[in-house]
């Protein structure tokens, strides 16, 4: 069975680092390009960016560039958000999709609450 | 960004009902437009894409049309498991984006 398969909740304070990640399972993970979406509290769906494990293209919403990182590895069919400095208006529910059009597959979303 | 706007953002519907739900984009999208179904703690599943093609393993009764800025997703009669939350996306132009979302519920 094709699943993505996300870490647990995060709780941080404003300025702290975090990476979560996604594991691929049920697939070849190196041919499909793997991104990922946010949901703020009460509001609807972002598209952030998406990368390609095969060669490590990666492309971002414009909204996201600079203020997150996506990365894959492709030796531990993972994918992963990182943030290096985090502010308040970061929490949200972060999905984790396969696909890069349409999205084929999601995880079922990591909860990262930032508060001091 | 395109913009795509979402009615209603909630159904009251019985089983058995025909469920019709609307995403309009601000610009012209063609067909590439998708629609997913959520439910509370699960991950999100395709249910169309190019507007009008069923995914793998979606009941029938899950029906999309339209093309350029008007498009549909009919239910056309409800089951207790389709009692969730329904969103549209098009990825005709980059960045891809989301309408608000349409929660079905009794």
């Known amino acids: 069975e094709v699943q993505l398969v996300q870490s647990g909740a995060e709780v941080r304070k404003p300025g702290e680092s975090l990476k979560i990640s996604c594991k691929g399972y049920g697939y070849n993970f190196t041919t499909h390009w793997i991104g990922w979406v946010r949901q703020m509290p009460g509001k609807g769906l972002e598209w952030m960016g998406i990368?390609?494990?095969?060669?490590?293209?990666?492309k971002y919403n414009s909204a996201f560039q600079g203020q997150v990182t996506i990365a894959a590895d492709k030796s531990t069919s993972t994918a992963y958000l990182q943030w290096s400095s985090l502010k308040a208006s970061d929490t949200a529910v972060y999905y984790c999709?396969?696909?890069?059009?349409?999205?084929?597959?999601w995880g079922k979303g990591t909860t990262v609450t930032v508060s001091s | 960004d395109i913009q795509m706007t979402q009615s209603p953002s909630t159904v009251s519907a019985s089983v058995g009902d025909r469920v019709t739900i609307t995403c309009r984009a601000s610009?012209?999208?063609?067909?590439?437009l998708a629609w997913y179904q959520h439910k509370p703690g699960k991950a999100p599943n395709v249910l169309i894409y190019r507007a009008s093609t069923l995914e793998s393993g979606v009941p029938s009764r899950f029906s999309g049309s339209g093309s350029g800025t008007q498009f549909t997703l009919t239910i056309s009669s409800l089951q207790p498991e389709d009692f969730a939350t329904y969103f549209c996306?098009?990825?005709?132009?980059?960045?891809?984006?989301f309408g608000q979302g349409t929660k079905v519920e009794i």
């Open positions: 990368t390609y494990p095969g060669d490590a293209e990666t």
């Open positions: 999709v396969r696909g890069y059009y349409y999205l084929e597959v």
């Open positions: 610009q012209s999208i063609s067909d590439w």
């Open positions: 996306q098009q990825y005709n132009t980059f960045s891809w984006t």
